[in-house]
């Protein structure tokens, strides 16, 4: 049986900040903070963007693409990221003054992911498009974006993904992970590639703005002489404007005039941001923190978007308690699961929304959805498992491989979590796609790079996949159904010679430090929660103390059956309640009267009151 065992590593500090607050000084310097400035998450700290390879390219099409009043239709993804980056793309672009601009969704089950020919049909007929604008998507995408040549049509590329050697013959790709882009950071998500594009474009609309408008009153020439400035062409030295070209150049403009919106900075759609990139799971390297965190403070302030106060009226949460965690357990979810059950246009409309109620009616089906989905869920999880104990129970297997064609496309991402979590192996779950195709959303361990993984397969089994993507912990691939023991066997192959060997069933859980009693205090928790943004690449602090159990311990939830409620005292004798998600019966068998425990700190909040939670992540009885 693949069963999995825990291992603690206490951290140890390399060099400390000499921060007078010792603990805090411990904490920090266990992620790699060398400098307090690197604390400061001002938005002037963020990279500068004029490091994207291909920036400048693609703000000189879409300047065109405004002065033309050409159609622009936005290309998103169907989950979180996705849906974010195209809200607030196809936001920003209608209040700089483009009035062509629509967005297409793909079907999960009907299109799959990425810009396809198909795609590019639908954009050309129901929007007669002359630009496609991708957003978390692209780069992968060959055949869509040669067809769309092929029509026409150009496309800029925005992206976050691993691409191979070569890219698609784009107008544009804006995507940190490029090869030849020097964008520092290579962790940023699509809404955040997304949102540098429109902070730039942004910037250089609102520039042109003044020459714009007083370039309305001069003489004709000078008109194209702005506009050429503009598009950075040389106009023939006195060449002048026809009559005819003159009224359409006027009109053009003050059709922008009447359009574009002075106010506007997309500094005012970071709440979008903060969401997609929490709910990408993107390493929370210090840029990201910036960006997150000035999200995270316009929600709290109710400076967000009327979609976002939607999901928190109807998720109850306070907009002035709201937190990261709200993002990955309340809002992100009710996103996703719009996009595994029904249509993220659905979620788009609600992101988009400027009327409140609407946006809430919205957020209600969100929210419906979001239950069905975790009926669902559940139903194949356990179906799942089921699967995994009649193939796995005497195997020393690597990797996890399961197949079911009744499962649902929409969560199979969600069950290739939840077994690995359990057994902590490389595992890919597939559902029948179409065509004798199946689909397979996997997720990985620390030490394997999963995208790294298929990328090996697929040039050591030439023809095995059909096609493939992703990053590290997380990728899909489709391969056709006969294929699934030959996969099967090549992906355990490969993850024999990639992972780590003693990371394969065994996960690792860093301890910061023991906490002195004096600290297991509500009002340390909300210390810890100012000091964040926790996530990904820059986890929350886990800390150790000995505790004696008193009270016999519960288990709750609507199954009762792995959600474990623990009263502990301290060495001070203080009380504390702890909680246990996926308690183990073994983990309930092994309980001692003094217990060394490992937890992470949360706030409580009930009926208007607030109390400390331990959660809890590994236990061990004091001999």
């Known amino acids: 049986m693949l069963e999995k065992t825990i291992k603690v590593v206490e951290r140890k500090p390399q060099h400390l900040l000499g921060l007078a607050d010792q603990i805090k000084d411990y904490i920090f310097s266990n992620r790699n903070i060398t400098d307090v400035s690197q604390l400061d998450y001002s938005l002037r700290n963020l990279i500068n963007p004029i490091l994207f390879k291909d920036l400048n390219k693609a703000i000189k099409r879409l300047i065109n693409a405004l002065i033309e009043n050409e159609r622009i239709v936005i290309i998103g993804d169907y989950d979180a990221d996705g849906a974010t980056s195209t809200s607030l793309v196809y936001m920003s672009l209608k209040r700089l003054g483009f009035t062509n601009v629509n967005y297409i969704i793909p079907d999960r089950i009907i299109h799959g992911y990425g810009l396809s020919p198909a795609l590019v049909d639908l954009a ?80 250089y609309i609102n520039e042109q703005f003044n020459v714009i408008t007083k370039a309305i009153n001069i003489s004709n020439t000078i008109i194209y002489e702005k506009i050429n400035l503009i598009l950075e062409h040389k106009n023939k030295e006195g060449e002048k404007l026809n009559s005819a070209e003159i009224e359409l150049l006027r009109e053009r403009i003050n059709k922008f005039l009447e359009n574009y919106d002075a106010s ?72 996703n699961a719009i996009g595994r059950m029904d249509s993220m246009v659905k979620g788009v409309e609600c992101l988009i929304s400027d009327d409140e109620r609407v946006a809430e009616v919205i957020a209600c089906e969100m929210a419906e959805t ?34 079911d064609p009744s499962w649902h496309l929409g969560v199979i991402g969600l069950n290739s979590s939840i077994i690995k979590d359990k057994y902590w192996r490389p595992t890919f779950i597939f559902s029948t796609d179409e065509g004798g195709l199946i689909k397979g959303s996997g997720r990985s361990i620390s030490s394997l790079h999963l995208k790294d993984c298929l990328d090996t397969i697929a040039k050591r089994y030439p023809g095995l996949i059909v096609k493939f993507g992703g990053h590290s912990g997380a990728a899909g691939v489709t391969i056709r159904e006969k294929d699934f023991d030959q996969f099967s066997q090549a992906l355990e192959t490969v993850v024999r010679e990639l992972a780590e060997p003693d990371d394969i069933g065994q996960e690792t859980i860093y301890c910061d430090l023991e906490l002195p009693v004096n600290y297991i205090t509500l009002e340390f928790a909300k210390e810890l929660v100012r000091l964040g943004p926790w996530g990904k690449g820059f986890p929350e602090p886990v800390f150790k103390s000995r505790f004696k159990i008193f009270n016999s311990p519960r288990l709750v939830g609507r199954s009762k059956r792995d959600t474990l409620i623990l009263d502990f005292m301290d060495a001070n004798n203080m009380c504390h309640s702890g909680i246990r998600f996926k308690a183990t019966p073994e983990l309930i068998n092994s309980l001692a009267p003094e217990m060394d425990v490992f937890y992470t700190m949360s706030i409580n909040r009930y009926c208007g009151r607030e109390s400390l939670s331990l959660v809890i992540k590994h236990m061990i009885p004091v001999e």
């Open 124 to 203: 050309i007929t129901e929007h007669r498009a002359n630009l496609i604008i991708t957003v978390d998507n692209g780069i992968s995408s060959f055949d869509g974006v040669e067809y769309a040549n092929f029509k026409n049509v150009d496309v800029i590329i925005t992206d976050h993904h691993l691409g191979g050697d070569t890219v698609p013959p784009a107008y544009a790709i804006i995507n940190p992970n490029q090869k030849g882009c020097n964008f520092p950071s290579k962790n940023l998500t699509g809404v955040g590639v997304s949102y540098y594009l429109m902070k730039v474009l942004s910037y």
């Open 264 to 335: 506007f900075n997309p500094d005012q759609y970071l709440d979008l941001v903060a969401v997609g990139t929490v709910a990408d799971l993107a390493n929370l390297d210090y840029n990201n923190r910036i960006l997150v965190e000035q999200g995270v403070r316009r929600i709290r302030a109710g400076r967000c978007s009327k979609g976002i106060q939607a999901i928190l009226k109807v998720q109850k949460i306070n907009n002035i308690d709201f937190g990261v965690d709200d993002i990955s357990f309340k809002v992100a979810p009710l996103i």
């Open 370 to 403: 979001n239950k069905k989905r975790s009926v669902v869920q559940a139903e194949n999880t356990q179906q799942a498992l089921d699967q995994f104990e009649m193939r796995f129970r005497h195997s020393d297997s690597y990797s996890i491989c399961l197949y």
